[in-house]
């Protein structure tokens, strides 16, 4: 299940590309099928439920997938006994700002769904009472 989750999440990538060659769009395709898994779970033409399991372990190995970055950076040495400060610098505050912003979307959206489940539950009380 999992696994052909994870081909559905890497399928909306692939979509993405074909866009961004398409209308030759300067944003990454992976960018472009985030935005339309989005689309989709926002319009509830898929569910949560049909990517959950995928995402989670995507994200369980997102470790592995900056390893390639690592290994690109040991050839530029020159660059960081340069401007090595300004680099970590910018590294920490990007850093920072997107733990912020995803600790605070995380919060909201949990925030959100504890609301409508209170909706849904004084809704169903307020039926029940009527009849």
Known sequence: MTFLQLLGLLGFWFIGGIIQKKLQLPISPGILGLFLLLFCLFFKIIKIEHVE???NAALRELVLFFLPIIVAVV???SLFISQG????????VG????MLS?????????R?????HKNKKKSANTLNAIK
């Open 53 to 55: 399991s995928g995402a």
């Open 75 to 77: 050839q530029y040495k």
């Open 85 to 92: 400060w300004q680099l970590a610098i910018c590294i920490i």
């Open 95 to 98: 850093t920072a700002l997107v």
């Open 102 to 110: 995803t600790s605070l979307t995380i919060h909201f959206l949990y």
């Open 112 to 116: 959100f769904k504890g609301w409508k």
